[in-house]
């Protein structure tokens, strides 16, 4: 036998309710009408079988026709959150049973395997009753009779519970709650066919629902940091197959209580999940691996520190259309950024990191029938490296601000391809190159004001010959309300740099005025694209 005594004694009770169907023990206090608009359709309620599978023979051994079983998603969550365990520790099924004149018993089942510590729900739940209720089907499923027998019930004492609607069958439910001494009759469902949103907002249930969401947004700063921390610990590296917690706590410094916390918010993110005691990266926490492919390591620290400060004065840049960031930090974030190596060089490994955007750039690029790249403000070199490696003939030329110049020398060498790339210092306000049949400008336009796009984009028609090629790589702003990384990104611009995203309208202007003609426009990776223009005559 799977199931204890007291737990077969317990849907005994329920079955037996079900069976004689009388309502009045539940709906002593309601008006008699009540039962006119509705029927009692099932009682349920929640047991612990020592193993899912064997619990429907042993039902149907006790005179039971218990269907097919299926699993309970829904019990199963609150369980859950109830008893903070994790989803995948907990095996929930649901069987449902036919007693009498239509009426069912449903009984939901939380395997409790032997020697498992399961049983100390068990015994919480089979004292709360909280899963054990009785289901009404409104039988005139229109609004008018909905709403009389909500009010009904709440007038006779049931408080709301929540509810919903299910889509797949068309389904609304409402769950009353009522402090009754008989856990049987604690809960309530009403079930109504259809859709009914109106209700569903007097029950609160709507009203929940956006205060949850805004709760969620409002909080973004905490999940930035949470992320931050994860990364600035480095979590994702020191994070080993079935690492008991505490030992990744000695291994970060950190301290175990706190960091279990931290990950639990982290799996709540879904940038860890739980596995039994421990927790494991999931798609998203493999991306904070320092030596993963594209790593967003650096970002993720870049947007927890400095950016995170500057993004706490966005109210200044709003009042003011200034920056935030050079009113906290005193300087433009460049010229900040320069002055400090470590952090100038965390600012260029955190533009490479979205170097995915990159991808098929050389193969849009027709390099075969280029010679030498010019890469304006190439940051340390990936997007250049990227397209010597794809065309050996090539021959490259960086041209950065004095700081980065090293740190690029550093990444091309490493790439194999500094041998084919001339490194040169400059302010593009100033001047940029000449001889280069092929331009980039990768992701420069977007941290200044049109007044300064206009200053590069005319040195850069003032150094290329008519027919050169510009490639710029930008996110582009939607021209209507298609989402897109754009839109958040330029408030980004707007805190940090004094920049903006722009449509691919607004480029095709600011080009024109330079003398360059736009030819096409190409998606990237991570919203980004590729426009390409040539130098008219
Ligand atoms: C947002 S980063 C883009 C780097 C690179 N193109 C990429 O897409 O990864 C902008 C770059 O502009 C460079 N920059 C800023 N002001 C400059 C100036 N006056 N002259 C030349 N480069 C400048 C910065 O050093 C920085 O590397």
Known sequence: MTLQHVDRLRIEAVAEFARAGDTSAVLAELP??????????????????????????????????????VASVVVRERLSRRHDRPLETLEVGLFRAPVADGREIE????????????????????????????????????????????????????????????AHVDVTVLYFRTDAEDPLLRRVELVSAGAHADMLAAHGVQAEQPAKALLGLMTGAWATQAIGVAAQLGLADRMAAEMP??????????????????????????????????????????????????????????????????????????????????????????????ERPELADLFDRAMASSASMFGRVAELADLPSARTVVDVAGGNGELLGRLLRAAPHLRGVLFERAH?????????????????????????????????????????????????????????????????????????????????????????????????ERTAGHYAELLAEAGFGVESVHELALDAALLRAVKLS
């Open 107 to 166: 009984i939901f089942a939380l395997a409790v395997p032997p020697g498992s510590d399961l049983d100390e729900i068990a015994a919480a739940e089979r004292a709360s009753g909280s899963e054990t209720h009785v289901g009404f089907e409104v039988t005139a499923p229109d609004r008018i009779a909905l709403s009389g027998l909500r009010t009904a019930l709440l007038d006779s004492g049931f408080a709301p519970d929540g509810g919903g609607y299910n």
């Open 32 to 69: 008699g009408e009540f039962t006119r608009y509705c029927r009692f359709g099932h009682a349920a309620v929640l047991v612990f079988p020592r193993s899912l599978d064997e619990l429907a023979a042993d039902l149907r051994s006790s005179g039971l026709e218990v269907g097919e079983r």
């Open 404 to 500: 980065v110049i090293e740190a690029a020398h550093a990444a091309l060498e490493k790439a194999g391809v500094a041998d084919r790339c001339d490194f040169v210092t400059g302010d593009f306000t100033a001047g940029v190159p000449g001889g280069g049949d092929l331009y980039l400008l990768s992701r420069v336009l977007h941290d200044w004001d049109d007044a300064q796009c206009r200053r590069i984009l005319a040195r850069l028609a003032e150094a290329m010959s008519p027919g050169a090629s510009l490639l710029i790589v930008e996110r582009l702003l939607p021209e209507d309300d298609t989402p897109s990384l754009a839109v958040a990104w330029d408030v980004h611009m707007m805190c940090n740099v004094g920049g903006r």
């Open 245 to 338: 917690t505490a030992a990744l706590a000695r291994a970060t410094g950190t301290d175990h209580d706190s960091l279990r916390r931290l990950l639990r918010y982290l799996a709540s993110l879904g940038v860890v999940r739980r596995t039994g005691d421990t927790f494991e990266l999931t798609a998203l926490g493999e991306l904070l691996r320092v030596d993963a492919e594209h790593s967003l390591h650096p970002l993720a620290v870049m947007y927890a520190t400095s950016f995170y400060e500057s993004f706490g004065s966005l109210a200044y840049s709003v009042r003011t259309g200034r920056e935030a960031f050079e009113h906290i930090f005193g300087k433009n974030h460049f010229d900040y950024f320069a």
